[in-house]
């Protein structure tokens, strides 16, 4: 199988930039809210991953089919409709937090929450502190 570059790349956008952009005022506010309290958690540096995904810290994956890339450890993206939280590898596991976290939707590897007044932060501190482990003992990392 050819190396087909991930679609999902980290750019040089600055997140503040790309925040400052955003036209709902809630969205906004939850995203600056998210901005640092991911930095907080993670003890990263917030990193633009295509338009519209803000990434902290980084992993190489390589599967059995030999399609390999880099992509984000963990992180959000404000989109209109709900904010994206993405808590690699995925949630699998995560039921006991999931029960306790407040109101939410899951996805593949996605959480999404209509607003941060909806969950716990203390919860999702845990959930996000436990991807990014995760990550750490499984794959090749990079704090960058």
């Given amino acids: ?9 980290q750019t040089t956008l600055s997140p503040e930039a790309f925040i400052a952009g955003i036209e709902s005022p809630r969205r906004k506010a ?5 901005l640092v309290w991911f930095g907080d958690v993670t003890g990263l540096k917030p990193k633009m991953w295509g338009p519209s995904i803000i990434g902290y810290g980084r992993y190489h994956y390589k599967y ?3 399609r390999e ?3 984000l450890m963990t992180g ?8 994206v939280l993405y808590i690699m590898p995925g949630h699998e596991g995560m039921d006991a937090l ?3 976290l407040g ?6 590897g996605c ?4 607003t941060l007044a909806d969950v716990d932060m203390d919860v999702l501190r845990e959930m996000v502190e436990e991807g990014v482990a995760h990550m750490r003992a499984t794959y090749e990392t990079w704090d960058e």
Avoid at 1 to 9: E, I, L, R, S, V
Avoid at 30 to 34: I, K, V
Avoid at 103 to 108: F, I, L, R
């Fill in 64 to 66: 059995e089919s030999g």
């Fill in 98 to 100: 999931l029960a306790r």
């Fill in 103 to 108: 109101k939410h939707k899951t996805g593949a």
């Fill in 111 to 114: 959480l999404y929450i209509n």
């Fill in 69 to 71: 890339g880099d992509m």
């Fill in 76 to 83: 959000f993206s404000p989109r209109k409709a709900s904010l």
């Fill in 1 to 9: 199988m050819g190396k087909a570059a991930n679609k999902t790349q």
């Fill in 30 to 34: 939850d995203a600056e809210t998210l």
